[in-house]
Structures are given as structure tokens and as C-alpha cells.
């Protein structure tokens, strides 16, 4: 058994291992899940002061989606495949109710494709076919449909808010934030290749292009723009709240799919933060336009940033910028949503910490890169204090201010879903979604008709409510037309006397989108395997990141 040497000052001489740290992770999610079923359950978040429910953003039992993969991640298949059959049995998204379409997307759509992706692992019966089909699936994609409308505007940035019932109000207001028009292509992007829907994928890349071509001269965007005017109305850069996930969606879309396109557009955006916003490696808030500073603070929705620079491979960056947030951590036991770095304490009205899981996420991705127990230490501290300052005895607070540690009657699902999932994971480096395992231990798991895909080989890519999609099944589905298309044309040419083959037919790209198309199998229903469904990666590559191979469009 592992030990290490590097512990808080309230631990030194108590020799935490590895697993004791894991066992403690999980009874604190156990705390909080059993105390959500217990008290909330089917309201969408649980009062952990008041111990009964509230529904927050839509009113399907939130957390218990948001908690479903991480049930997984802890080990326990039983509870995972019931859960399962339970949301199936009481879930309906076909309600009277305004409902955010980005947290809809990133925390009910993300959970159901992540608990669809992870069936198989979890023992659920399987549909023939899947992962191109199954319950789960069509609940996602379901949800995913509720959203489009928000989407069928003049620019294709997407409305803030929809009614899953009626669609976009008249009256709904046109600003909403950058990260809620840049945060769909892992999602979208994954439920059309599994459904062989495009809609969902062109919305979401149709957005991303739009807010492409809105940044100013010196390469920024700011926080809150008018989706119909194409006018930023709140013109502060950086890369905490309001825009953090659009910049990491870039990055994860461009691994996940092997995408040049979002990779450059990221360089870019990086270029211009490193340029204006970084100094002595913190990121403060600039004027998008003249790049002159407007808040020089630190958000703790900003954490995020080392764990995706390491993605990258900037790790010197990574590491010195997760230094500068940990000692925050230090003095508070937290970080709070507000710090001012010149005064080097919390902003007024900011001193909360709703139990985030951003720096924590920073550590599990550093420490995989890394190997320094620094990041250990930090999950140690993280581990002590939430248990010491957010406990109660129905479940765990939100922190109102760090500075007197009073409680928030209020439990995120994210701290199920992110904040318990990283801290467990940054404990166990064998642990599958790092890509742990040996074989023939069911850690590979075939897919599609006939078993022609491989899942579960590793690379993961967690979507920004930290559920995990697995690349490989976007080759186990439909691949798009053009892959099908280019390789007809090949054997066509070769199979022709004088060799010579017909102009391939021309893709559009952006098809008109058809609701009523989708391929997702209906129980029961078997799919005639199509002609020349190869799930292989082209010859022609050009760029490669941790083993991901970006092609090019020749």
C-alpha cells in the first residue's frame, strides 16, 4: 500500500493512504446521495440545512442524473443499473417549464450519453446494436431536442433559455453568455454520431463559427453578447465565468472529434489571453477591444485553466498558475467565488464557495501528468475541508462565506457529479477512465452491428459537468457521409474497366435538419448493417495531441 508523506498540518503523523482517502470520498458521496434520495428525490437538488428538495433548473430530478456516472466511477453497478431503470420510469422532459439550455446540455444530456457510453461496463442489458442504440440514449437525445429551438435564430448563437414544452418565448431576452453559446460540440457532436442525426452536430458547429467571427481586433471575446445583433453588451475578457467552458470546449472538442478547426481557433484565443489578460501568471479581466485592465481579480470558476493547459502540454504554465490558486485554497479552506489580487482577499458579496470542483479537477489532471504529490495534497486538504466546514446531517452546504464558514441552504449536483468524481479519481490512477485495467478484466467492450468497434480502450473526455465520453464510439455508428462516400468512390473506380470513377456526389454542409431522421434503434428493432461501414481512421494525418490523430479534409 502506497503512503504519503506530504499531508496537511492537521493530518501530519496520521499516514493517510491511498485508500483510506478513497473510502473516505466515498462515504461523503454516500453522505450526500443517500441524503438526496432520502429527503429531495424527485425534486432536482437537495436543501441539506432544511433537509427536503427544490427544484432549481428544469425539474427531472437533477442530481440523480448528474450522480448516475459516478456511481459507476465508485464502483457500484447495482445502484447505477437501477437508477438507470428508475429515470427511465419517471423522467419526462415533455413539461411546462423554462429551462437553462446550457446546464440542460451539460448536465442532463452530458449525464444520460455518459451513463448510455458506460452501460455496458455497468451490466445493464444491452440493445443489438448498442451503443448506436438504448433507453438512455433516447433520453438524451430526446432532451437534446427539447433545446433546439433555442437554437433557430438569425446567427445560430442559441437563446439562454427555452420552455421544453412551447420553445423560445417571445419575450425572452437575446443576451446570454459566451460559454452558452460555445459549450455544446462534445455533446451534440456525440449524439449525432450516435444517432446519425446531424442536426444536433451542425447546431452546435454553426454557433461556434458564429462566435468565432464576433472577437475584436486583438483576438477576445467578451462575456455577454446579443445573439441576434451579434453586440457584446458586457465586454470584459478573460477566462472565468461567463466564458471558461467555450475555451475548454474548444480544447476537448478538438481531441474528441480530431478537429484542426477548433484546435486553431483555441491557439488563437490563447495567444491573445497569454498577450493581455496573463500576468505574473494570473489571468485578470481586460477590455476586450483595448486590452486594458478592468477587474483584477481571480474567479474561482478560473481553476479550471492548469488542468487544461496540461492537456496541451504547457505544463510549466499549467504549474505555476495552479501554485497561485492553491495558496487561495490555503487561506481560506476554499476558494471563493471572488478574490482581488491586489488586496489578497475576497471581493464583497463574492465570499461564497458552492463546493466547486475546478481546482480539484486542475490536481487530477497535473498529478496524471505530473507525479508530483503536490496535487495529492491538495485533494487532502479539499477532502478535510468540506468534511469539516460543509457537513451537515442531511448531506453537505454550500459555503456563504469563507471568511466565518456559515452555510447556504443549498447543494449543487455538481458537487456529485464533478466535485466527488475528481477527488476520487486524482486518488486512483488505475482507475479505467484513466485508461487502468489489464485485459481480461471487461475492460474493453465491443460495439456497434457485429462487434466492429472497440469501447472502453481509455481516453476519456470529460464534458465540462465532468461526465466522461468515450471517443471511440464515434466510429461505432454512423460516420459521416462524405468517409461512406469518398471510399464508394474508391472501390467504384477500381472495380470499373478503364478505371476511371464519377465525380463524388457533393456534401452539404450544413443538411436541412429533419427531427424525424434519427437511426437510434427502437427496442426490438434490428439495423441491416450498411455497405462498407469501416470504423477506421483515414491514412492522412497531420497533427497528433496525446495520441489523438487530427486528419485534414483531403
Known sequence: MVLFNELSED?????LT???ASDRIKSMFYHAYNSYLDNAFPYDELRPLTCDGQDTWGSFSLTLIDALDTLLVLGNRTEFQRVASLLQDTVDFDIDVNASVFETNIRVVGGLLSAHLLAGRAGMEL???????GPLLRMAEDAARKLLPAFQTPTGMPYGTVNLLHGVSPTETPVTCTAGVGTFILEFAMLS?????PTFENAARRALRALWKTRSDIGLVGNHIDILSKKWVAQDAGIGAGVDSYFEYLVKGAIMLQDEELLNMFQAYDQAIQNYTRFDDWYLWVQMHKGTVSMPVFQSLEA???GLQSLLGNLDSAVRTFQNYYSVWRQFGGLPEFYSIPQGYTVDKREGYPLRPELIESAMYLFRATGDHTYLQLGFDALESIERIAKTPCGYASVK???DHQL??????FFLAETIKYLYLLFDPTHFLHGGGTEGDGSWEEGGDGGQCVLGAGGFIFNTEAH???PAALYCCSRHAQDHQELRDILLSLSQPDGRSKPPAKQTEDPPPNPSDSIALKPGEKRTPPLLSCPVQPFNARLSIFGQVFTDNT
Do not use: A, K
Not at 11 to 15: H, K, L
Not at 127 to 133: A, F, H, M, T, Y
Not at 193 to 197: M, Q, S
Not at 408 to 413: A, L
Open 11 to 15: 493530518c501530519r503523523g496520521c499516514f
Open 18 to 20: 491511498v485508500s483510506t
Open 127 to 133: 440493445e443489438p446494436g448498442w451503443p448506436c442504440s
Open 193 to 197: 454520431r450516435l444517432t446519425g442525426d
Open 304 to 306: 479550471f485553466w492548469p
Open 401 to 403: 462565506d469563507l471568511r
Open 408 to 413: 447556504d441552504n443549498r447543494m449543487e449536483s
Open 468 to 470: 466522461p465520453l468515450d
